[in-house]
């Protein structure tokens, strides 16, 4: 009698019309009749690229911000600002090679995720899984935690968690993250006003110059400037966060809202306030302007300024 072989899986799978899986390609959720099947990611790889994002983003300054510290070189006339420039990149360079943090100040894990509507995490939560990365890549890599429990009994944490974690649903299966340090110098130089709808787009120029001018050396010039306008009291400060991961050199994709991103950088780089605070022309790399819907009776505005050290990577997964 003569034996018949026995299907393989991706044999199985040709057999009932699906592709059969590729190796180490994680696996579908059944679904029921009529709904999208959901793509799976396992908790643990999520977990371990958010630890590696954390370190990378610590350790190896964006193209974009390295090339701005280049071309301000070229526009800086005080000496003690060249110097300091050529300090900044001398000192990228060095974290670079050594994998080192390009400073003292590792920041607060701010977590930008896009999480596709067919997408499901196997093995634990989303968040848990963001979290834990965050403790282990602080840990691992050795950054500074500078996190505490309760804004006045101020015990630390001693992971660098919670991270700050924003969330938006998109169409896919796909998960894309964000991991932004953000320093403590630079954050307590940031601030949002309730403008009203009389003030107009001069009296946002105004508030954000002035906001600069007060920083001073604070926020470690030269600096990256975020500007959101519109939406709510906390909207607006998201969106000026959020601006600042855009690419130095990037134009705002509304000609109008272009216009006030270089008009703001001319102002606020003649200033003078230059690199580190010891005078000049550069002051800040890049001003962005993100806006929102508001209501007829308000106009909000933030103004979230970041170090020279402008830390971001990310992943999709």
Known sequence: MKRTKSKGKGQKARAKGQKPRAKGQEPRAKAKTGSPKLREIRFERVR??????????????????????????????????????????????????????????????????????????????????????????????????????????????????????????????????????????SENMSEVKMLSASDGAEGIKKFVVDRVARSKANPCPPVIVGVGIGGTFEKCAMLAKKALLREIGSAHPDPFYAVMEQDLLGRINKLGIGPQGLGGRVTALAVFVEAFPCHIATMPCAVNINCHAARHKSATL
């Open 48 to 185: 371990d690229t958010v630890a590696k994002l954390c370190i990378d983003a610590n350790c190896l300054l964006g193209d974009d911000v390295v090339q701005a510290f280049k071309d301000g070189l070229k526009t800086e006339e005080s000496p003690a600002g060249k110097d300091i420039l050529n300090q900044l990149l001398e000192n990228e360079q060095i974290a670079r090679k050594e994998m080192m943090p390009i400073c003292q100040d590792t920041g607060w894990a701010v977590v930008w995720l896009e999480v596709g509507s067919n997408l499901r995490i196997r093995g634990g939560e989303l968040y848990d899984a963001v979290q834990q990365g965050v403790a282990k890549g602080y840990t691992d890599g050795y950054l500074r935690k500078s996190i505490v429990k309760d804004p006045l009994r101020r015990e630390n944490t001693k992971n660098n968690t919670p991270a700050i974690i924003y969330t938006d649903i998109v169409p896919g299966s796909r998960l894309k993250i964000v991991v932004q340090p953000k320093g403590g110098g």
